[in-house]
C-alpha cells in the first residue's frame, strides 16, 4: 500500500431534525426569558383576546362546560387555545425561517502552504515474505517501512523516523487534529512500531539478539546476485532473497528503536494495553542496550555499514534514556541521562562539525532539546539542574548558530543552510533544524520567555521561526530553481524521483531483475508521482539534476520525510490560538519537587 496524506479540510455542516430541534428549543428559551415574559404578558394576552373573543358586545358566561363534567373558567379556556395557536405560530414561522433563510457555512481558515504540504507527504508498505527464511529466528517480519527508491528496510532510521513522528504529534497534536491528519499519523506510527516489536522478543526481560535489517544492496566490487540495489523492480514483483541482518552488540540501535517504542507510548497513551506494550519492549531494548554496548555497524564491512553506519552509540543513549524517562516516570532514566561523563561521551562539548546537526546518525541535539523542556517547564533542581541547565546553554547556542547571522554553517547563493557542509543530499537535515527551531521558539513562547541571548545580543522567538519558515519555503519552491523539492507538491517539481515503483508503469506486467532496467534509464518523468516524498535536494550552488540514476539528487528516504512532516506541522496553523501541547508529554512524570541538598561537610577548626 501506498499511502497518502488526505482528507478535506473543510467541514460541510448539515442541517438535521436535531439541529432544527436545538434551534427551536433556543427560539423558546428566548422568548420565556426573564426578560420578556414580565413585558410580553399582557400584550399576549390582549392578542389572544382579539382573536378568540372579538368585540366585547355582550357580557359572556363566567364558566364553561367541556363535557365529561369537566367545567373550565372561559378565562383558562382562552389561555388553553390562546397557547396551542400561538404554539403553531411559532412553530410555523421557525420553520419559514430555516427553510428559506440562506445557510451559511462555517468553513475553517484556508489552509496554509504548510499544511497543504502536509497532506501529501507519503509512506508505503514491505514484503510479505520477509522473514521466511530458515537461517533465522525471526518468521515474522511483514511489515515496516522501506528506507527509499528501494526495498531495504533499515531499522536504525526507520526507528528515527518514528520517533521523529511521535514526537511531532506530542507536541502539536492539535494541528494535526485541524488538518484532519491525526488518526492518519497515528496509523503510520503504529504500522512502524508494530513492526519493530517483531524484530526482537518483546516479551522478554532481556534479550541478546536484534533484526538490524532486512534486504541487503551490496553491489560493491561488480557484484551480481539479485539483490535490492542490483535488481529494479516493483516491490510486489519480488522473487529474490531478501536475506536478514541481526546484531547481538548493537547500543546504537537498540536505544534508538527503544526511544521510538517509548515516544510512542506517549502517542497512544489512551490505549492503555498498547501503550504498555510498547513501554515493555522500550524497556527490554534499552537494558539491552546498556548490557550489550557496541555500535550495530561495526567493521565497516556489514551490509547496514555501507548505508547508514553509525558513528557513535553513546548519543543514543542520552535520547533513549530522555525519551524511557518521559514514558515511564522512573527516575533512573533522568539519572543516567544527567551525568556528566555521558554527555562528555556524546559529544556535549566537543563542538565537532556535525555539532547541532540532528539526523539519523546524531541524536545528541534532539536530547539536549528535550532536556531543556524538562527545565524549562518541571524546573528540576538538585541533583538535575547543573546538567539541565547545560543542556540549556548548548541548545540556545546551536539555535544561535541556526541564524545567518552566525558564521557556523555556510549558506547557498539562495538561502538554504549547509548543516551538511555541502555534501551531497542537504534536505534531510534542513528540515530537522526547522522543526528544532520552531519547537524550541514554541517553547519559550509556551514558557513566557520573549527570546534568549547569542552572546551579548538578544533574539526574540520570532527569530527563529523566520529561519524555520525561510528554509521550509526554499524547499516548497522559494529557491533560484523555482523547483518544489517535494513530489507532487506546486506546479514544478522533481518528474524523476529514484523510486522503483514510481518509474514502473502500472501496465500489468512482471519485470524481471533486470528487466525493469530500462525503467531506471528512462529519461522520460516517472509514470506514477510519489506524492510527497522530499528528494535528496540541490547541491550546494543551488543546482538541481532531475535525473532517475542519480542519488544524490533525487532519491527520497524515509527519515527525511519524517523530519519533514514534523517542521511541516509546527509551522502549519495559527500559532497564537493552536500552541504545544505542553504537559501531555509529562504524563507518567511525577512531581518533581527540588530534592535536599547534601549537607555541608563536618567543621575542623
Known sequence: MYGRWGGPLEIETTTTEDDDSRRSTDFDKAALSPDNNTNNSRELDEIQKSWLLGPRAEKKKKYVH?????????????????TLVMSAFITGFVFLIVNTVPRHKHHLPPPDNYTLALRKTLMGDSCLKDGDDSSTMFKDLVGGYYDAG?????NFPQS???TMLSWSVIEYSAKYDAAGELDHVKSIIKWGTDFLLKTFNHTADSIDMLVAQVGDGDISGGKTNPNDHYCWMRTEDIDYPRPI???????????????????????????????????????????????????????????????????????????????????????????????PELAQNAGAFS?????????????????????TRLRLFLSP?????????????????????????FTSFNRTDGGLIELNHGRPQPLQYVVNAAFLATLYSDYLEAADVPGWYCGPNFYSNDVLRAFAKSQIDYILGKNPQEMSYIAGYGNHYPKQVHHRGASIPNNEVKYSCKGGWKWRESKNPNPNVIIGAMVAGPDRLDNFRDIRSDTNYTEPTLAGNAGLV???????????????????IFSAVTSMFPMSLPPPPPWNP
Not at 552509540?313 to 542520552?318: A, G, K, L, M, P
Not at 539541565?388 to 546553554?393: A, K, P
Open 351 to 371: 563542538r565537532g562539525p556535525d555539532y547541532g546537526v540532528l539526523s539519523w546518525d546524531n541524536k545528541l541535539v534532539g536530547a539536549q532539546l528535550l532536556l
Open 66 to 82: 367541556l363535557g365529561c363534567g369537566l367545567i373550565v373558567t372561559r378565562k383558562i379556556l382562552s389561555w388553553m387555545v390562546g
Open 381 to 405: 533542581a538538585y541533583p538535575y539542574e547543573e546538567t539541565l541547565r547545560t543542556f540549556h546553554d548548548q541548545t540556545s547556542i546551536i539555535m544561535c548558530s541556526y541564524l545567518p547571522f
Open 150 to 154: 528501494d526495498a531495504i528496510k533499515f
Open 566 to 584: 514534523a517542521a511541516l506541522v509546527a509551522l502549519s496553523g495559527n500559532r497564537k490560538t493552536t500552541k504545544i501541547d505542553v504537559n501531555t
Open 245 to 339: 541482518f541481526e546484531c547481538d552488540t548493537c547500543s546504537d540501535l537498540a536505544a534508538e528503536m527503544a526511544a521510538a517504542l517509548a515516544s510512542a507510548s506517549i502517542v497512544f497513551k489512551d490505549d492503555n494495553v498498547y501503550s504498555q506494550k510498547l513501554v515493555n519492549g522500550a524497556t527490554t531494548l534499552f537494558k539491552f542496550a546498556r548490557d550489550k554496548q557496541g555500535r550495530y555497524s561495526a567493521g565497516g564491512f556489514s551490509d547496514p555499514a555501507l548505508f547508514y553506519n553509525s558513528s557513535s552509540y553513546w548519543d543514543e543513549i542520552v535520547w533513549g534514556g530522555a525519551w524511557m524517562y518521559f514514558a515511564t516516570g522512573n527516575k533512573s532514566y533522568l539519572d543516567l541521562v544527567t551525568k
Open 160 to 162: 528515527f523516523a518514528m
